[in-house]
């Protein structure tokens, strides 16, 4: 009975320390049959592909400048070459560094700083709160997910100390409000920062 309280108690550590390293959850939320997302993606196979080469520099280049790490976590989401970089670090001078390093990457068109500055030391309370930014976007998630009104295929999302942050394509603006009034009621949120983009938005054009 020991051993396994032990393996239990292991597990529990490796978890909650996954989600401090990741210090926010960002979620691409595939598409839904329901909704007939597929066949509508907004977004190209051939904007994903260079996405998803930026996500990857990014991801190694942060690796390498202790951008990912307990203490200094950003994370990265990319739509169409638009970065929006989330998450905790110690320092100004950090923010300003992977913001730096976001613009050097080929393809961007657009970087977006929503990284938090906290200068305390990590808490035993940053565990708890990793946590709840997860359960947050995972009923997110799923909402929009099984909404037949919403293009689940064309948002993606992160939640950071409670802050919920959408980066992706709306078709008009009903949808654009839906999606924010079913986050703005999910338990647990504290504020909801939209960086959606209409189909028509000029900045899908550059």
Not at 65 to 91: A, F
Not at 98 to 119: C, G, H, P, Y
Request: glycine share 4%.
């Amino acid at each position: 009975m020991k051993k396994i309280s032990l393996q239990k108690n292991k597990f529990l550590l490796l978890f909650l320390l996954s989600f401090i390293l990741c210090s926010c959850v960002e979620t691409v939320v595939v598409g839904s049959v329901a909704g007939g997302a597929i066949s509508i993606r907004e977004k190209s196979f051939s904007n994903t592909q260079k996405d998803v080469a930026i996500a990857t520099k990014l991801a190694t280049n942060f690796l390498s400048n202790g951008l990912k790490n307990i203490g200094n976590s950003v994370d990265i989401s990319v739509n169409e070459g638009r970065v929006l970089l989330t998450g905790i670090v110690r320092d100004a001078n950090k923010a300003k560094l992977a913001q730096d390093l976001a613009w050097k990457i080929t393809d961007v068109k657009e970087v977006i700083d929503e990284i938090q500055i906290r200068q305390e030391k990590l808490r035993p309370r940053d565990f708890s709160s990793a946590l709840v930014d997860y359960f947050i976007t995972l009923q997110l998630e799923n909402k929009i997910f099984f909404n037949k009104n919403l293009h689940s295929i064309n948002y993606k999302i992160t939640t950071v100390n409670q802050t919920v942050y959408f980066l992706g394509i709306a078709l008009d603006d009903a949808e654009m409000q839906n999606a924010l009034d079913i986050a703005s009621k999910i338990n647990g949120v504290k504020k909801v920062v939209n960086h959606l983009v209409l189909v028509n938005d000029v900045k899908r054009r550059k």
